[in-house]
Each structure stands twice: as structure tokens, then as C-alpha cells.
């Protein structure tokens, strides 16, 4: 869309969590130019959830009125299965919706064109086009926090599977471990996620943890217990990640999410131990997520410039890497 003389236009960008929700006004080169935030009301319904989600689109509105910008779109990212075709919050366990037109609701609600997404894969995308997977062809991007789950990218394009593609965390690694949310036993997600680190290191040593953060700090300190359930954790992680390259076979496996923070506290014994389980397949680069806590925002703000029929500048089609590197395609 092309801007009209005298307008800057920018698009509202959201990404709402089970507990909070942030989001920003994003210009043509997807930079922030104002940001908000606000508590996502889980408990009350998904009907007060959709009206603190029209709450802060509008208050993002009257934000753009003052720095000068013209909302074109919106983009929104939930958790949950997401119809991206349908544009339709299929379900959300932590969000308690099923098959809401969200995207119809919220243009209504704002009178602006909304695309919506799920959540990682829109990290995923972003991670793609502006991230530590720019240049890759087929990626797998992992965002390890509350829960694990993916997103893959074919040729630059998400993997959706009608919603369905992309629960790593459901993967079973672990035979004999405890209850999953899900209802089974084993999954990734009782092993590798960071409530599941923080819940066994408790287990183990007695001494109550807040979050994962706190057990990567003791097992920097070569704490016993710490290490024992870090690497229960890195080994779980490199078979699902062995597992993915040898059915999905991505050139690089992107680590996100909270869990990503311990940099290569996490990513260095995780490599080593994706290598030995690695023989013919393709061997993946494993890298850290560049974008940090801010991926399902700028995912969004992807969504929204595609809802207003634009290409942001700054997410153009990168050079393929071996193009840079003077390489054959």
C-alpha cells in the first residue's frame, strides 16, 4: 500500500500471551515507534480477553494520532490452534476460546483490516525474514519457555498443517516422566520446558525455585542437582531435535523463548549432543533466537503489512546464504 503524500502510515502489531499482551506501532522498516501493554483477563472469558484485545488496538489508534502515523492494518498473534486460511482462533487452552472469528470480531471492533496468527509461527516468520534465520530456506524455529512449541519454515513459508503443525512439546521423549497438561505421559514439554526444569530441580534438591532462570545460575555454579535435571533437559531436547532433522531435515534449528536467555549455558552442550545423534541427515546449524522476546510482536507486525497488501522494507527476501558466501544454489 502505498503511502499517500503527507501520510506516514504504520500498522498495529499485538501479541497476546496467556498472561500479558504487548504491542507497538510498527512503520514501513519495522521500527517500534510506540509501544503498549496490558494484563490478558484469562479468567474472566474470552469475551473480556477479545475486549482488552480491542483496548489495546485502540489505544495503540489514538497513540498513532499523536507521533503522526496513519494505521493501515493490524496484525494479532494468539496462542492456541489458529486457522490462519479461516482466520479463526480454533481453540486455547489458556485463553478458553474455540472457533472464535477473532479477526472478523476485531475488525469490527476497530474498523481496520486485522490479519491474525499463531503465535510461534509468527515468531518463526520473523525470525525468517529479520532474524537468526535470514538467508535459510527451511528453518525450525523452537521457543522453549512455559511450554515448547515450534514453527516450521519451508522455503520461507510456515508449515501450518490446517493449525496443527508444530507441537514439539508433545513429542514423546521421555518415557516414565510425570503428567503432561496435555493428559499424557513423557512429553518434551515435562522434561525440557522451563516450569518442568524449575518444578524437578525443586524435586531434586528440595530448595524452592521461582523459574528456570535460577537453576541455569546454579548450574553455572556446578550445582548437583542442577546439572542432573539441565542435562535431563539438553538430552530430551537433542532427541526431539534429531528426531526433526530427520523427518523435517531445516538447515538451521533456531532456539527461542524464555529458555534461549541462558545463551550457551543451553545452545553449546545442546549442539554437541544433536551431533552425536545425527549420522546421514542433514546436520543443522543451531543458533539462538536474535529476536528475542520482541519475535511474536514483529511476526504480528509482519501480519499486519500483509493485511494491508504491503511488503515492509525491512522484510524483504533475504540473499540465500550460499549466494553470500560465493556458494552454488
Not at 502489531?13 to 496467556?18: E, R
Not at 503428567?179 to 513423557?186: N, S, T, Y
Not at 549420522?279 to 501480519?303: D, I, K, M, N, W
Request: glycine share 12%; net charge neutral; with cysteine.
Amino acid at each position: 500500500m502505498p503511502e499517500r503524500a503527507g501520510t506516514r502510515t504504520c500498522v498495529i502489531a499485538l501479541d497476546v500471551g496467556g498472561t500479558s499482551m504487548k504491542g507497538a506501532l510498527l512503520d514501513r522498516t519495522m521500527r517500534p515507534l510506540t509501544t503498549l501493554s496490558g494484563a490478558t483477563p484469562r479468567h474472566q472469558g474470552p469475551e473480556a480477553t477479545v475486549d482488552a484485545i480491542t483496548r489495546l488496538m485502540r489505544g495503540l489508534a489514538s497513540e498513532a494520532v499523536c507521533v503522526g502515523v496513519e494505521p493501515v492494518a493490524a496484525g494479532v498473534v494468539v496462542p492456541g490452534i489458529v486457522d490462519e486460511p479461516l482466520q479463526r482462533a480454533v481453540h486455547s487452552v489458556n485463553l478458553g476460546w474455540r472457533d472464535l472469528p477473532l479477526a472478523a470480531l476485531l475488525t469490527d471492533a476497530t474498523g481496520l483490516a486485522v490479519r491474525i496468527g499463531h503465535d510461534v509461527r509468527a515468531g518463526g516468520m520473523a525470525e525468517s525474514r529479520l532474524g537468526a534465520a535470514r538467508g535459510f530456506d527451511d528453518a525450525l524455529f523452537v521457543a522453549i519457555g512455559t511450554g515448547i512449541s515450534a514453527a516450521l519454515l519451508v522455503e520461507g513459508r510456515p508449515f501450518r498443517a490446517g493449525g496443527y503443525a508444530g507441537e514439539l512439546g508433545h513429542l514423546t521423549v521421555a518415557a516414565g516422566t510425570g503428567q503432561c497438561a496435555c493428559g499424557r505421559r513423557g512429553c518434551l514439554e515435562t522434561v525440557a520446558s522451563a516450569r518442568a526444569i524449575a518444578a524437578a530441580y525443586s524435586a531434586r534438591s528440595g530448595h524452592e525455585v521461582e523459574g528456570a532462570e535460577e537453576v541455569a545460575a546454579l548450574v553455572a555454579r556446578a550445582d548437583p542437582a542442577a546439572c542432573h535435571v539441565w542435562v535431563r533437559a539438553v538430552e530430551a531436547l537433542a532427541d526431539a531435535f534429531a528426531a526433526c532433522a530427520a523427518v523435517l531435515a531445516p538447515e538451521v534449528i533456531v532456539v527461542g523463548g524464555g529458555l534461549s536467555r541462558a545463551g550457551g549455558l543451553l545452545i553449546d552442550p545442546l549442539r554437541v549432543a544433536l551431533d552425536r545423534r545425527l549420522s546421514c541427515h542433514r546436520r543443522p546449524e543451531l543458533v539462538r533466537a536474535a529476536l528475542g522476546a520482541q519475535a511474536g510482536c514483529l511476526g504480528a507486525g509482519l501480519l499486519g503489512w500483509a493485511a494491508a497488501d504491503a511488503d515492509p522494507a525491512a522484510a524483504r527476501p533475504a540473499e540465500r546464504v550460499a549466494d553470500r558466501v560465493g556458494g552454488a544454489p
